[in-house]
C-alpha cells in the first residue's frame, strides 16, 4: 500500500505543512487541485489526503463543502497549523532592498502594517509556496516572498522577517480523508462526527431536526448552509458534534434529525486534534 498523503498546491504549501505535522512518516503528494488530491487516494496513488476546510480569520475554504460529500473518502483526523508568515528573499538579500512582495490574495491581506510600514507593494500571486518558487525561480532581487518557513527551507530563500501577520492567533483546520471510514474510538480528547443532511421542506424543520441535539446534551461546534446546484430552495447544512455515533444520546439525536430530514450523510468520526482547544 502507497505511503503517501495527498495535498493541493506546491511543495511548502500550508498543506504540505500540515502533511508534515500530522503524518510525518508518509510522503506529502503535491496536486493542482483539491479534485486531484481526492483523485489520488481514490486511485490508489495516495493512502489519504489532507484538504482545508476553515481558517479562524477568513472563514471556510470555498468549495470544499461541497466536495467532502461527493469525494467517497471518509474524514478519519483533523489538524490545525498556526499560520505564520514570513518574507521570504534570494540569498543575501536585506530589508531595505525590496519593493514588492508576491502571496496569494489572503496572505498579502494578512500582512498589510508589515508591508505599509516598509513601503513594500503586493502582488497578486497564484498561492503562497508558488510564489516562492516564483521568486527563486525568477531571480526577483527586488521581490519577497510570503510564504512559511517550509517553502523558505524547498526554495533557499532567506527569511528576512519572521511572522509578520498582523492576526497572531491565525489558524487553518485540516482534514484527513481516507477510503475506508475509522469508527474506532481514540485519542485523548473525545470524538468528532461530521455529518451533512438536507431539511425536508416544512415549517420550522431546521429548528426541529436540531433539537435532537439539545434534548441529548450534545455540543454542536459546527452548523453552516450552502446551497445545492445552485438551488435557492435546495439547502445542504454541514455540521460537526461532540460524539460518537455508538454512543446513546447521539444515535438519539441523529435518529430525530433523519426524521425531519431527507439526507442524512455522516462523513466521518474522528478524534478531536489538540489544536482545537488552543487559545
Known amino acids: 500500500m502507497t505511503n503517501r498523503i495527498a495535498f493541493q498546491g506546491e511543495p511548502g504549501a500550508y498543506s504540505h505543512q500540515a502533511c508534515h505535522a500530522a503524518r510525518p512518516d508518509m510522503e506529502a503528494l503535491p496536486c493542482r487541485t483539491f479534485e486531484d488530491a481526492i483523485d489520488a487516494v481514490k486511485s490508489g496513488e495516495a493512502a489519504l489526503a489532507m484538504l482545508p476546510v476553515e481558517n479562524s480569520t477568513y472563514g471556510r475554504v470555498a468549495d470544499i463543502h461541497t466536495l467532502l460529500p461527493q469525494s467517497g473518502l471518509h474524514i478519519v483526523d483533523e489538524a490545525f497549523v498556526r499560520v505564520h508568515i514570513n518574507l521570504l528573499a534570494l540569498p543575501g538579500t536585506r530589508l531595505e532592498e525590496i519593493t514588492h512582495a508576491m502571496s496569494h490574495t489572503v496572505l498579502l491581506g494578512q500582512c498589510k502594517t508589515f508591508l505599509q510600514k516598509h513601503g513594500i507593494h503586493r502582488i497578486t500571486g497564484a498561492d503562497t509556496a508558488g510564489s516562492a518558487k516564483h521568486v527563486a525561480e ?30 497572531q492567533h491565525n489558524t487553518t483546520r485540516f482534514l484527513i480523508m481516507s477510503p475506508e471510514a475509522d469508527l474506532t474510538r481514540r485519542g485523548d480528547h473525545g470524538m468528532i462526527t461530521s455529518f451533512v443532511f438536507q431539511v425536508r421542506n416544512i415549517p420550522a424543520a431546521l429548528y426541529k431536526a436540531m433539537g435532537g441535539f439539545a434534548t441529548n446534551g450534545i455540543n454542536m461546534t459546527k452548523l453552516e448552509s450552502y446551497m445545492v446546484d445552485g438551488n435557492f430552495t435546495a439547502t445542504q447544512f454541514y455540521a460537526d458534534i461532540e460524539g460518537h455515533p455508538e454512543d446513546p444520546n447521539v444515535r438519539l439525536a441523529l435518529d430525530e434529525l433523519r426524521y425531519f430530514t431527507t439526507n442524512v450523510a455522516v462523513l466521518g468520526t474522528y478524534p478531536a486534534a489538540e489544536g482545537r482547544f488552543r487559545e
Open 138 to 167: 525568477a531571480g526577483l532581487k527586488t521581490t519577497a516572498a510570503l510564504a512559511g518557513d517550509l517553502a523558505g527551507e524547498i526554495y533557499g530563500l532567506d527569511v528576512l522577517a519572521h511572522h509578520i501577520e498582523d492576526n
